[in-house]
């Protein structure tokens, strides 16, 4: 599992792209889905928990084709994974 945020210029935009042309590139790099969170006290900011490992989530962030996806999404920036601290039972 792999948690990221980013800025978008507007959500359903990000969405449209994301849920089509994001889920084709994402599978091409091992994503096997992921979960979209609104932020609720920043109106431009998501939240994804994607099921993929960090081997998959650097090879999509360095394939030269997503910028341009990145780009019809609306991204204000590049995405930012969050710092794994530690897992624990229950």
Not at 12 to 36: I, L, M, N, P
Request: hydrophobic content about 40%; aromatic content about 10%.
């Amino acid at each position: 599992m792999l948690l990221a945020t980013t800025k978008v210029e507007e959500l359903d935009r990000f969405f449209d792209v994301f849920s089509t042309d994001g889920a084709e590139k994402r599978k091409q790099h091992g994503s096997k889905g992921a979960v979209v969170f609104r932020d609720p006290s920043e109106e431009d900011r998501v939240w994804v928990v994607f099921d993929w490992d960090a081997e998959g989530w650097q090879s999509f962030v360095g394939d030269p084709e997503v910028p341009a996806i990145m780009q019809k999404a609306g991204h204000k920036g590049r995405p930012d994974a969050a710092q794994l601290v530690g897992h624990c039972d229950a």
